[in-house]
């Protein structure tokens, strides 16, 4: 029995579909590969990792460009409501990973500025509002991976915990700095790392918020607990 030519192009679009979705998870994969790699730079206060780190950023860019196109392919097929909710919400997605990945490039290329001076032992906050993220990170890739909703939203919820660790560190480096004078150039350094890694869990919450979307549509989220009352650098 030979194949209806509607059969084929269902067969063709999911199989475009499949294609986008793994894009985005392998773009995701490679953010977060990014963000721990800058984290461990940041550590080992390796001035050439770090450069890599930064050079490595035109991959994950190269990739949200290839999930434009396929989006645009998929557009093209006429797709129905929840086509449509998969098409923006993959668009949005990609972009989302794409800024993670500049951050996690920010926080490599800031590791290179720290290096120049002694050590501080508030890296270790730094290391620990990282490890959170990353969480995050990895969670919401999950939830996108399975379609889990209720997933995405839990991840949304952790939220306020990176805040909390952001502002905690935030007011240390501060005091730490009013302290001692010679901590001012370090310690910037260290806020400005900090508040990328506050504005990648608030990526990973985009992230979340638009599984809910694909997921339920314009169906409202529950409400969410925001805790970062910091006005530190962006």
């Given at each position: 029995?030979?194949?209806?030519?509607?059969?084929?192009?269902?067969?063709?679009?999911?199989?475009?579909?499949?294609?986008?979705?793994?894009?985005?998870?392998?773009?995701?994969?490679?953010?977060?590969?990014?963000?721990?790699?800058?984290?461990?730079?940041?550590?080992?206060?390796?001035?050439?990792?770090a450069a890599?780190?930064?050079?490595?950023?035109?991959?994950?860019?190269?990739?949200?460009?290839?999930?434009s196109q396929?989006?645009?392919?998929?557009?093209?097929?006429?797709?129905?409501?929840?086509?449509?909710?998969?098409?923006?919400?993959?668009?949005?997605?990609?972009?989302?990973?794409?800024?993670?990945?500049?951050?996690?490039?920010?926080?490599?290329?800031?590791?290179?500025?720290?290096?120049?001076?002694?050590?501080?032992?508030?890296?270790?906050?730094?290391?620990?509002?990282?490890?959170?993220?990353?969480?995050?990170?990895?969670?919401?890739?999950?939830?996108f991976a399975?379609?889990?909703?209720?997933?995405?939203?839990?991840?949304?919820?952790?939220?306020?915990?990176?805040?909390?660790?952001?502002?905690?560190?935030?007011?240390?480096?501060?005091?730490?700095?009013?302290?001692?004078?010679?901590?001012?150039?370090?310690?910037?350094?260290?806020?400005?790392?900090?508040?990328?890694?506050?504005?990648?869990?608030?990526?990973?919450?985009?992230?979340?918020?638009?599984?809910?979307?694909?997921?339920?549509?314009?169906?409202?989220?529950?409400?969410?607990?925001?805790?970062?009352?910091?006005?530190?650098?962006?």
């Amino acid at each position: 029995m030979s194949t209806q030519p509607h059969d084929h192009i269902v067969r063709s679009y999911d199989e475009e579909r499949q294609r986008l979705t793994g894009e985005i998870l392998r773009m995701g994969e490679m953010a977060v590969a990014q963000l721990e790699a800058a984290l461990d730079v940041v550590e080992r206060r390796d001035d050439r990792a770090a450069a890599r780190i930064v050079a490595n950023d035109e991959a994950i860019d190269l990739l949200e460009h290839e999930v434009s196109q396929d989006v645009m392919r998929l557009a093209l097929r006429g797709p129905m409501a929840r086509d449509l909710r998969e098409i923006l919400s993959a668009l949005r997605i990609a972009s989302d990973i794409e800024r993670i990945g500049d951050y996690a490039a920010n926080v490599a290329k800031r590791s290179t500025a720290l290096n120049s001076a002694p050590p501080l032992p508030h890296t270790r906050g730094l290391a620990i509002l990282g490890q959170r993220v990353v969480r995050q990170l990895r969670d919401v890739l999950e939830a996108f991976a399975t379609d889990d909703a209720e997933a995405a939203q839990r991840v949304r919820a952790q939220d306020a915990e990176v805040d909390t660790l952001h502002t905690g560190l935030f007011r240390e480096l501060l005091t730490y700095m009013m302290e001692d004078a010679r901590a001012i150039t370090p310690c910037t350094h260290l806020l400005f790392m900090a508040k990328n890694l506050e504005r990648i869990g608030d990526h990973a919450t985009n992230i979340a918020e638009n599984i809910w979307f694909l997921v339920h549509g314009d169906d409202a989220l529950p409400p969410r607990e925001k805790r970062d009352d910091t006005s530190g650098p962006g």
